[in-house]
Nanobody, 124 residues
């Protein structure tokens, strides 16, 4: 059983930056694909970014490509999401997720464990 705890959310002005973190425990962290999803008010949860256990590559939703960077530190069992050039439409609860396999990387069903979420609010 893997536990995921997000932190680092908050209020930031448009154009600003924020880094959120997700600490994992209870499993072999480096074996898991890690991802970030987000859910804006009144909308469904959507895929944002994903990184494999090796950290060798990453892929992103088109809406955040070029602005967000996902990374991981396997020694610290932590995955990060660096968010730059933030826009009001980035306002959402951001969730960390872990997957044991590479199936359905952009779908919620592809993930085995979820954190509780951290709120990111971008003011205009």
């Amino acid at each position: 059983q893997v536990q995921l705890v997000e932190s680092g959310g908050g209020l930031v002005q448009a154009g600003g930056s924020l880094r959120i973190s997700c600490a994992a425990s209870g499993g072999t962290f480096s074996r898991y694909y890690m991802a970030w999803f987000r859910q804006a008010p009144g909308k469904e949860r959507e895929f944002t970014a994903r990184i494999p256990g090796s950290g060798a590559y990453a892929f992103y939703a088109d809406s955040v490509k070029g602005r967000f960077t996902i990374s991981r530190d396997n020694a610290k069992n932590t995955v990060y999401l660096q968010m730059n050039s933030l826009k009001p439409e980035d306002t959402a609860v951001y969730y960390c997720a872990a997957a044991a396999t590479g199936i359905a990387p952009r779908a919620e069903s592809g993930y085995d464990y979820w954190g509780q979420g951290t709120q990111v609010t971008v003011s205009s």
